[in-house]
């Protein structure tokens, strides 16, 4: 049988980080309205919102963890952008499109939802509490990498370990041909492409816990492992720690 995501009303979404001590994670919070229901719910995992061979799935691949960076020799001041709502709207647009041909008897449906729902703005205003830059490529990915790596684990991260990815991430990028040739807009697209793939997951995860459908998240879990391979990363042979994500020998 196709397993299928209830999606809520992502406009009425409230993206917060709870902080005990030392630790944050982020939770999503709803109010529980149904908009879709007939949406394959690990479509998205099928580079509906990434997508294979494209700058984002390039430039994950030279942040992963067994890779050693050469010295940083891009100022920091490269890692940042000026957002754009143009750009963000190209985005909407294209992931809707993806989304729209896996679920072709719904695409009204999902076009509106994808119009009104702010997703980028959520995955910005959880950045901000994480306390990332929400114009820093290299606080994106950390935080879209972290939120992967809690779905899989079922761990949350800490302060420090927050802070040590944000790092690593920053100085691969730094040290990558790739991000001095990005301009604002390309930054961006990268930003919030990941943005879809963050909250989706995170989202569905919550659907899935919530109903106790405990096989469903493991095929999540799954997905996001399978796909993150192909991207370089493998969940399955690293740690997080105070220095970001290492691998495990």
Not at 136 to 161: C, D, K, R
Not at 203 to 209: A, I, N, R, T, Y
């Amino acid at each position: 049988m196709t397993h299928r995501l209830q999606i809520v009303t992502i406009a009425a979404l409230c993206a917060a980080v709870v902080v005990n001590g030392t630790h944050a994670h982020a939770q999503f919070y709803s109010d529980g309205s149904l908009l879709l229901n007939d949406i394959p719910y690990m479509a998205f995992y099928d580079y509906l919102t990434i997508g294979l061979d494209t700058p984002t799935s390039e430039v994950l691949k030279t942040t992963r963890p067994d890779r050693q960076p050469a010295q940083p020799y891009l100022p920091e001041t490269s890692l940042r952008f000026q957002h754009s709502a143009e750009v963000t709207n190209q985005v909407r647009q294209e992931v809707s499109h993806r989304f729209a041909q896996a679920g072709p008897s719904l695409a009204h449906q999902i076009h509106a939802e994808f119009e009104r729902a702010d997703v980028v703005g959520e995955f910005r205003r959880l950045l901000a509490r994480y306390g990332y830059d929400p114009d820093n490529l290299a606080h994106a990915m950390a935080a879209f990498l972290i939120l992967q790596w809690e779905v899989v684990t079922g761990e949350t991260a800490n302060a420090a370990q927050m802070h040590g990815v944000a790092n690593q991430v920053a100085d691969a990028l730094r040290s990558s041909p790739l991000l001095d040739r990005m301009s604002d807009a390309e930054k961006q697209v990268i930003a919030d492409s990941l943005a879809y793939q963050a909250i989706l997951s995170v989202l569905v995860h919550k659907d899935l816990e919530q109903r106790g459908d405990f096989d469903g998240m493991q095929r999540l879990r799954a997905s996001i492992i399978r796909g993150a391979q192909e991207l370089g990363w493998d969940f399955e042979r690293v740690s997080l720690t105070a220095q970001g994500f290492q691998t495990r020998s």
